[in-house]
């Protein structure tokens, strides 16, 4: 029998032990295995009248394994069968029904033979503990237990706070600056320079070193495919800073490369996409025109 | 309850009245249990996981994360805010939509009434455009945040992926609705932008077309990205922020600690 915790096991005794009409401390001892204790039993007649000797006792056994005593029987019958071998006295069995037995005349009707009546009243059905399934015994995780804290209130409030943050910053910036709206779209008046959302300035910037092919397809195709392809290209397993330093070092030079790219495409280029100083010659850029102004 | 004169007092009535309808079946059956809008509401660790799990907020956030998480300095709650803006730019969308033709001239006349005639008109428009630069700059730096986490590791690949759609989507969304003010500076930048679109090999001059609806911009490009940047852009990036949210959950949550 598997080590079971001491109150479940408990818990069962007394279940039993009120289904039975038996003493707690008998069954429990029964159990686990023990020797009955000392205090007079007070249970059923013949269940209790152990007798010593070769015999197998077939109730305490029973009691042991948690077995119902008419399969021990039966197990008992269907091995001496197989064996040839004579059934082994029983403990608290009839005398006449062991004779029948042993002489192998009947032994379904033997097995057949009701034992005394014991169990619950009737009308009430009693449930047994079958076994107790240990957490991770079936089924591991392998997962270390985490340092967690609840998202509310900890992670909603800073979001919350962030989001009002965010709404506060728009809100103020809106009301004070206005979104720029130049004059009416003409196809016959191009404005000098022409200048493309500065999200894609990088890009522009780069057509001013490089063929169109170049600059306006391979550079950026190929950039969101590498980007797209991080995950299965880099293929070193840790997190910690430390032991990615060529990964780190490579995205570091695209991100300022970028960043570069798009300030001097913005900030830097002028009449002509030409270059210019922000400072003497004055900022063509457009798109934060009314927040420069 | 009652002043001197057995009268009840305006802040007593309020007062009143606000115990009433936080007792009522109707107050009780929006906000579910451990909701701390509630008026039986109790702090415990029980109450503080309904508030989660008794929510739509579940679609977004499990009842726990990891404690470095919750730091600010950890993400800087770039991606949250890339999704606020995201719903900012929806409902400011959907309001300047009120007062928008996508035809020629009257797209840039609507835009001279929302600056006069509307009230919060200009107010409005001005947050959509400053939002949808700001939300292109924060869903870049989410995605600069999550590659020096390493947060795009097993099993978070896929994630990392959708992530980059997401951001291609934004700069796609970004850039259609540059186009509807319909003065110089939309025209023009637009028209830088597509002509790299024109460079791409074999059937550039396809994709341009296509991208424009003819052979140049003209009043058809203003009606054609009226329609992409308002139904079917927002239609893909939310599928595409479902995913994205779904995955972010059942691949284990933040990375890390490192």
């Known amino acids: 029998m598997p080590q079971l915790p001491e109150h479940l096991l408990r818990r069962s005794a007394e279940a039993k032990a009120k289904a039975q009409g038996r003493p707690v401390e008998e069954i429990l001892a029964e159990m686990k295995g023990e020797e009955a204790p000392a205090a007079p039993a007070q249970g059923t007649g013949d269940r209790d009248q152990v007798t010593g000797g070769e015999g197998r006792d077939l109730d305490a056994e029973a009691g042991k394994y948690g077995v119902p005593r008419p399969l021990l029987e039966r197990a008992m019958f269907a091995r001496a069968k197989a064996d040839g071998t004579a059934v082994p006295a029983m403990a608290g069995a009839p005398a006449e029904q062991a004779a029948a037995v042993s002489s192998q005349a009947s032994a379904a009707a033997a097995v057949a033979a009701p034992a005394a009546p014991v169990g619950p009243p009737p009308g009430v059905r009693t449930q047994r503990l079958l076994t107790v399934v240990k957490a991770g015994a079936i089924q591991g995780t392998g997962t270390e237990p985490q340092d967690k804290v609840n998202v509310w209130p900890h992670l909603l409030a800073i979001e919350f706070v962030a989001l009002l943050a965010m709404l506060a910053f728009l809100t103020l910036l809106s009301a004070y600056v206005d979104a720029p709206l130049l004059e009416f779209a003409n196809f016959n008046e191009q404005p000098n320079p022409s200048k493309a959302p500065w999200y894609f300035l990088g890009l522009q910037e780069l057509l001013a070193y490089f063929d169109p092919q170049v600059a306006g397809v391979i550079i950026p195709g190929f950039g969101v495919a590498a980007l797209a392809f991080i995950p299965y290209i880099d293929r070193n397993p840790s997190i910690r800073p430390a032991d990615r330093k060529f990964a780190i070092s490579l995205f570091t030079v695209f991100f300022v490369g970028a960043s570069v790219l798009t300030i001097f495409g913005s900030f830097f280029r002028g009449p002509g996409f030409n270059f210019v100083f922000p400072w003497t010659d004055g900022i063509f850029f457009d798109d934060l025109r009314t927040i420069l102004e | ?258």
């Open chain 2, 1 to 258: 309850m009652a002043d001197g004169n057995g009268r009840v007092g305006i802040k007593e009535a309020v007062t009143g009245m606000a115990g009433h309808l936080r007792k009522s079946q109707v107050w009780n059956s929006i906000f579910r249990p451990g909701s701390p809008m509630r008026s039986d509401n109790s702090d415990s660790p029980r109450n503080r996981s309904y508030v989660v799990m008794n929510n739509v907020l579940y679609h977004l956030h499990p009842v726990k994360v990891k404690r470095h998480g919750v730091r600010l300095s950890y993400t800087l709650c770039l991606g949250g805010l890339s999704f606020f803006l995201f719903i900012l730019l929806t409902i400011t969308g959907i309001f300047l939509m009120f007062y928008y033709r996508p035809t020629s001239p009257q797209a840039y006349f609507d835009m001279q009434a929302l600056a006069t005639d509307i009230a919060f008109g200009q107010l409005v428009r001005n947050m959509h455009r400053w939002g949808a630069h700001v939300m292109v700059l924060t869903v870049f730096l989410h995605m600069t945040r999550v590659f020096y986490h390493g947060a795009y590791k097993p099993p978070r690949e896929f994630n990392w992926v959708v992530g980059i759609v997401l951001l291609l989507l934004t700069l796609l969304l970004s850039f259609t609705g540059y186009l509807l003010p319909w003065d110089q500076l939309a025209l023009w930048a637009v028209t830088v932008g597509s002509n790299m679109a024109a460079y791409t090999p074999v059937f550039g001059d396809q994709v341009t077309f296509a991208l424009i609806g003819g052979i140049q911009i003209t009043a058809d490009t203003l009606l054609r990205w009226y329609v992409l940047h308002v139904l079917f852009l927002p239609f893909i990036i939310v599928i595409f922020m479902a995913v994205h949210f779904w995955r972010v959950r059942k691949d284990g949550g933040l990375s890390g600690p490192l």
